[in-house]
């Protein structure tokens, strides 16, 4: 039942504060790469310093699901 309903989800594009935030690090990570591909090493760390930022968030969700 569940695989059906996460289907719906997809095809809805709902999506779990966690796949939300899982979407926008790899935007972030994209935008790091084009960034130091340009040369521009400052704003490629600002990128990497806001993904290892919501990577503790989604660490912090998950913690708060299992304690659940």
Same mark, same amino acid.
């Given at each position: 039942?569940?695989?059906?309903? &996460?289907?719906?989800?997809?095809?809805?594009?709902?999506?779990?504060? +966690?796949?939300?935030?899982?979407?926008? +690090?790899?935007?972030?990570?994209?935008?790091?790469?084009?960034?130091?591909?340009?040369?521009?090493? &400052?704003? &490629?760390?600002?990128?990497?310093?806001?993904?290892?930022?919501?990577?503790?968030? +989604?660490?912090?969700?998950?913690?708060?699901?299992?304690?659940?």
């Amino acid at each position: 039942m569940d695989g059906n309903m &996460s289907w719906w989800k997809k095809l809805l594009g709902i999506k779990t504060p +966690i796949e939300k935030k899982l979407a926008e +690090i790899d935007r972030l990570q994209k935008l790091a790469f084009d960034a130091q591909r340009k040369g521009d090493l &400052s704003l &490629s760390g600002k990128y990497q310093l806001e993904v290892d930022a919501i990577y503790d968030q +989604i660490e912090e969700l998950k913690n708060a699901q299992d304690a659940q």
